[in-house]
């Protein structure tokens, strides 16, 4: 009994000096920092700290079952949704590793409406990054990694890395150059160079002069042949199609470098930038309509597991450069 | 980890994947001494393959004045730079590449690499016709042509993909999309799997791959393939009018094939080497290297064989060796390929394709034709119009 009393003061008078060190530091750092003399206000809403109730047991995030899943990631419906303070580390597993992502924590929120299943993804991000239309500029993103309950708890870790060839992962991709482009139209070169000028392009068929061709025509002004020398667009890659229909697309993965765009894109989402803030919601169908694909079908009451990852486009971060949660195990209220 | 063997450095390297060698793999001779940098090759690359949208600002092909020239800005100095230092050594007849290649300097990444500014594709052509150093004023002759190599230099140097035998754009895609094909080696992105991380673009130390901003994802040569399958050879060789360019197959160095136009002045004249041999990428276009340059910058350039290849060339035209003349006249005389070529005659060169039959025959001299002043059958005088 002594004894542990004697730990216990050692503990105390070790914390007291600590605590006194500490105290020291920061009157130190006061006094040798120059006084700001505006302070920056700080918008970000208050998270919303109820602890989730857990109708199913084990689940770290619930899917709150709501009338109907809102799209808009400011949609009021949002904030009777519970939050949960997701912690992003590296993505140290697979080439390319990233050591020192940008971001480091994200704000979740998930709801289902017994159809639809949405996240809303929220992290602070001051400066946006929202087009790619030079070698050197990358997107802002973020995904959902999606992933059945009912994967051996040996192949979690594996399943984890982008799925498996046996568990493949389900992944909803929002993209911040998507989103540019559903919000103000197919970004081309001449967005971001507006006085671009040319000589001429190639043949592009129909009635088209050297003069008709001298200013840049949008992709969509193009006559149909003439996109065919748009390599990327006749090959049928979703990165290229001008006629974007949303932001969020819907991949499946079997490992890591092996993402594949699905058949069907009925993914929703939405995303928007505010006072240094991305609030993005992306969204799928419960009943996967490319099954037979490997994608995850999902039912009230159910577990699943889900990962997430952020990208910050200024830092370069693009592919497995990128930060990534941990898995979770979610589950949809009832 | 991959040890793969890399015969234009003389020894084992790392890579990530296993040796697959194609079956054969196409590559090129460039006589460096004959291009004029009249750009007619990147103007048939760009008519053929990038005049569309967004790849306003690409150059598969470029000729680029050396020393001072560079597309972009400074690819081969930049990459040069951060490799550090770059030894070779004589062992056994062969040049042993003692320093690090690009996959063995990286830490952490798959190669070392650097995505260019937007701004170092700005100025395909900068510092074209720019001699080494400026003349020396008046009356100072000393910097005068006086022999070879030459005080004051400069030369063109064409650059295409170099379709690698180990490429770093290929081993640096983390998604596998692109791949070498194994009828001919040509390196080619899949169109449909790309998704425009640019990993490619800043692995490749030749920055011949390029990003497209309007499709999103990246491109780059495709070594004419579809003409390749058809017998012919690429455009930027079939329209170059200084016939510098030697299109075929190259086999591996044991395996050289006499009669093979590639593997005769690569492998058996050594008259033709790689462009810098020490990143690792056993890029497969070759270049007689000029001669008339500071061996220092060919060396940079080329490696030591490169300075060799420059003696064994001056080597060949002194003593009018007439096999290397004639391989080398052949050079794109015709648009098929031809994978023989045999003197004949003494006077005459021929090409064959695979079957055997001729393809091209040129003579190894042109004819000349002396002309009097005055025309006594006419009764005029004839006069050189300047």
């Known amino acids: 009994m002594v004894k542990r009393r004697r730990v216990i003061g050692y503990i105390a008078a070790i914390a007291a000096i600590a605590g006194g060190i500490f105290a020291g530091l920061i009157g130190i750092r006061r006094i040798t920092q120059p006084t700001q003399l505006t302070p920056t206000p700080i918008t970000t809403p208050k998270p919303v700290e109820t602890p989730a109730r857990t109708p199913i047991p084990g689940a770290r995030i619930i899917a709150k079952k709501i009338p109907r899943v809102p799209i808009d990631p400011e949609d009021p419906m949002w904030s009777y949704v519970d939050e949960l303070s997701i912690e992003l580390g590296p993505q140290a597993m697979a080439y390319p590793t990233h050591t020192s992502p940008a971001m480091k924590s994200l704000r979740v929120r998930a709801a289902h409406d017994g159809e639809l299943l949405g996240f809303r993804l929220e992290w602070s991000n001051p400066k946006p990054h929202v087009d790619v239309l030079d070698i050197n500029r990358f997107a802002d993103q973020c995904a959902v990694l999606l992933l059945p309950p009912r994967i051996p708890q040996d192949l979690l870790a594996a399943a984890w890395q982008m799925g498996t060839p046996e568990w493949p992962a389900t992944i909803l991709n929002w993209r911040a150059d998507w989103q540019e482009d559903i919000d103000k139209g197919f970004r081309e070169v001449e967005d971001l160079y507006p006085n ?35 390599a990327g667009l006749s090959a049928g890659n979703i990165f290229s199609e001008p006629e974007r229909r949303s932001s969020v697309a819907k991949l499946i993965a079997k490992g890591p470098g092996t993402i594949t765009p699905l058949k069907t894109q009925d993914a929703l989402g939405k995303g928007v930038w505010r006072n240094g803030m991305w609030r993005v919601v992306l969204a799928k169908r419960l009943k996967a309509s490319d099954e037979a694909l490997g994608e995850l079908t999902m039912a009230p009451g159910a577990l699943f597991y889900v990962a997430f990852a952020v990208w910050e486009g200024g830092s370069g971060e693009r592919g497995g450069r990128k930060a990534i949660s941990d898995l979770i195990l979610a589950g949809l209220e009832a | 980890m991959p040890q793969v063997y890399n015969w234009q450095m003389g020894r084992e390297m790392w890579y990530p994947y296993p040796s697959a060698r194609p079956k054969r793999q196409a590559a090129g001779v460039f006589n460096l001494n004959k291009c004029i940098g009249c750009q007619t090759c990147t103007i048939a690359c760009k008519t053929a393959w990038t005049s569309s949208k967004g790849q306003e600002y690409m150059l598969w092909n470029n000729v680029e004045t050396k020393p001072w020239g560079s ?4 690819w081969d100095l930049k990459i040069l730079s951060a490799l550090g230092t770059q030894k070779w050594k004589k062992e056994g007849g062969t040049w042993v590449y003692k320093g690090s290649t690009i996959f063995e ?133 079939r329209n170059c009018i200084g016939k510098i360019r030697t299109f075929g197959y190259i086999n591996l160095p044991e395996k050289a094939d006499p009669e093979n136009p590639i593997d005769f002045l690569v492998h058996i004249k050594k008259v033709a080497s790689p462009l810098l041999p020490q990143l690792g990428l056993e890029p497969n276009i070759y270049y007689v290297p000029p001669v008339h340059v500071d061996r220092r910058f060919i060396q940079m350039l080329f490696g030591p064989m490169g300075v060799e290849a420059v003696d064994n060339y001056l080597e060949a035209i002194r003593k009018q060796d007439v096999e290397v003349l004639g391989a080398l006249i052949l050079a794109n005389s015709s648009e098929k390929i031809y994978t023989r070529f045999k003197v004949v005659g003494g006077d005459q060169v021929v090409g064959y394709d695979e079957k055997g039959h001729e393809v091209v025959r040129v003579p190894l001299k042109e004819p000349v034709y002396v002309r009097f002043r005055y025309d006594s059958g006419r009764n005029l005088y004839l006069t050189n119009t300047p």
Not at chain 1, 210 to 228: C, F, V, Y
Not at chain 2, 105 to 121: C, N, Q, T, V
Request: charged share 25%; with cysteine; proline share 10%.
């Open chain 2, 71 to 74: 597309y972009p800005l400074g």
């Open chain 2, 105 to 237: 300097a990286a830490r952490g990444e798959r190669g070392l690499g650097y995505i260019p500014d937007p701004e170092d594709y700005a100025n395909p052509n900068i510092g074209e016709d720019m001699v080494s150093i400026p003349l020396g004023r008046d009356g100072d002759r000393s910097r005068y042509i006086r022999g070879i190599p030459h005080v004051t230099w400069f030369f063109y140097l064409p650059r295409i993909c170099n379709h690698c035998t180990f490429p770093a754009c290929l081993a640096a895609c983390p998604r596998m999309a692109i791949y070498k094909r194994s009828e001919d080696g040509v390196v080619l992105i899949d169109q449909l799997r790309c998704r425009g991380y640019r990993e490619c673009v800043r692995a490749c130390p030749y920055k011949k791959v390029f990003y497209n901003p309007e499709t999103r994802i990246s491109e780059k040569c495709v070594f004419c393939y579809p003409a390749i399958e058809g017998g012919e050879i690429p455009r930027c060789f």
């Open chain 1, 196 to 230: 671009i000028a040319i000589d001429g392009y190639a043949p592009y068929g129909g009635t088209a002069t050297i003069k008709d061709l001298a200013k840049p025509a949008r992709i969509s002004e193009m006559p149909p042949e003439a996109r065919k020398w748009l």
